[in-house]
């Protein structure tokens, strides 16, 4: 006879295997605080590298549209400073927003993977049901 619950548990297991085990897994192998780290450090890397490559284009803009452009040495400071503060204003932003999103994600990968284990478990649980039920049968029977 066919089981609809063990067939529905095998269902559900079967689409977390085949759409998200392999991303979930990946995820859950590390802490939360680790898989953050790890997605910070790679952020900010990316986020230094791609301000310098803007600063830099802007600077070579304008010394390119003004050759004779002097700048004395109070200026060139007002410059640095207000490049240093938007370098930290990126920064900070990019850091926030992807550690509130990279710790959600491991949130809700482990939920997902809590989900799968628990799945697993019923359908454990169903087949051991199962194979106590034909040994007692079959005992009665021989």
Known sequence: MIN?????????????????????????SYRRQ????????FIMLSVTGAYAILVGAVLFMIVMAYESLIL???????????????????????????HKYYGEKHVRARQ???????VLRQLRDLQEEEDRKNQESGGQKG
């Open 72 to 98: 004395n040495t109070a200026q060139m400071v007002l410059i640095l400073i207000a490049i240093i503060l938007g370098y930290i204003i990126v920064l900070t932003a990019y850091y926030m927003i992807s």
């Open 34 to 41: 680790d898989y953050i780290l790890y997605h910070m450090l």
């Open 112 to 118: 997902e993977v809590l989900k799968y284990l628990s």
């Open 4 to 28: 609809t619950v063990r067939i529905y548990l095998m269902t559900k297991a079967a689409i977390f295997e085949d759409k998200e085990q392999n991303q979930a897994l990946k995820i859950v």
